[in-house]
């Protein structure tokens, strides 16, 4: 049977950590009673830093609840690294790990599906939510318009998914294989390769306490997002430079026809040719020598250049398989 581990991240969130792990705990006994994962599953709390009572609340659920393990990190490091170390920690205790926000607002009653999913077989299984009707028509608009940017720049991600995510054993040592600094895991997970599937969901509003996303934070993972996985922004600075080129001769045409037709000022045609034509140049420049910083960039990331699924290798006698 497998150990399976919640691994939820929790900043300042003394006002639903009672709540939540009561309902955490409530998804292990269920899927416990059902033989679906090992007795010893367990929920991981990570306080990621928190200025309030959050994490005497998760010592608390510890002393009374024998499922329940709590980690503390040493400041606030942000939702991606704190569910990082919460992955990384739970790894060598579990068999599958799932992540969920602690304001339940993904629906836990979907966490059955996944582990049902994980025994067919899939190595990470992505939690979808079905629409964005309780979201704000801001939040859905920027969120939606991040995801077709995501796309243009070449970044694989899964539409409508963040965080809650079932993740194999054999995946999260794999995704601790990516040392990056710069995390931004929903584009980190399609990297790793292994079979994959998802579940839907409707995603309900917060239990209590507020949303520890301000807009500052949701533009900053957005940028995280593409700088960390695309240097497409680099090709598009030679791209434009290229255009420019391009233009600066449509340019001379017009100017001179303009300096032949007698029409202008002295020194006018010089400085126009000039200016587009060099501009252009400078830009294509610029990107080239971005090109290079691009490659830099993906070498310093030194990420893992494969992934094995399976290997097979010396085949096991038949007398040795009966026994
Ligand atoms: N969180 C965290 N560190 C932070 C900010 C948030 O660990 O610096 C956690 C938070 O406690 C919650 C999850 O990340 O469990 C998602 O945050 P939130 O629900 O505030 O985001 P929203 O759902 O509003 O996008
Ligand atoms: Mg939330």
């Known amino acids: 049977m497998d150990r399976l581990a919640l691994v939820v991240p929790c ?42 009572r959050t994490w005497e609340l998760i010592e608390e659920e510890h002393r009374l609840h024998s499922n329940v393990k709590g980690l503390k990190l040493a400041g606030n490091v942000g939702h991606q690294f704190a569910l990082t170390a919460g992955l990384i920690t739970a790894r060598d205790c579990s068999d599958v790990t799932v992540s969920i926000d602690a304001d339940l607002q ?101 239990v209590a306490g507020e949303s520890k996303y301000p807009l500052k934070k949701m533009l900053a993972l957005a940028f995280n997002g593409i700088s960390s996985f695309s240097v497409k922004p680099i090709s598009l600075i030679t791209t434009l430079g290229i255009g420019i080129i391009v233009l600066s001769f449509l340019a001379a045409v017009y100017a001179l026809w303009s300096y032949f037709t007698g029409r202008v000022t002295a020194g006018w045609t010089s400085l126009i040719l000039s200016i587009w034509f060099l501009g252009g140049v400078q830009l294509v420049s610029i990107g080239l020598i971005g090109q290079y910083i691009g490659k830099i960039y993906i070498e310093v990331k030194q990420r893992p250049r494969y992934n094995i699924e399976t290997f097979l290798d010396e085949r096991e006698s038949s007398e040795n398989k009966e026994q």
Do not use: W
């Open 11 to 52: 900043y300042n969130e003394e006002a639903v950590m009672k709540i939540s792990s009561e309902a955490l705990r409530g998804v292990l006994e269920d899927l416990i009673r059902k033989k679906k994962i090992a007795e010893d599953s367990f929920v991981l709390f990570v306080d990621d830093g928190s200025k309030d």
């Open 106 to 206: 993904d629906d836990v009653a979907v966490i059955e599906e996944m582990i049902d999913k994980f025994h067919e077989g899939n190595d990470i299984v992505y939690g979808v939510r079905k629409d964005r009707s309780s979201d704000t028509f801001f939040k859905r608009f920027t969120a939606q318009s991040f995801y077709k940017l995501m796309a243009m720049m070449g970044v694989k991600t899964v539409y409508n998914h963040a965080d809650f995510r079932l993740m194999s054993r054999r995946a999260v040592e794999q995704f601790s294989k990516y040392r990056e600094t710069n995390l931004f895991l929903r584009g980190m997970m399609p990297l790793i390769g292994y079979q994959t599937d998802c579940v839907y969901y409707e995603r309900k509003e917060r």
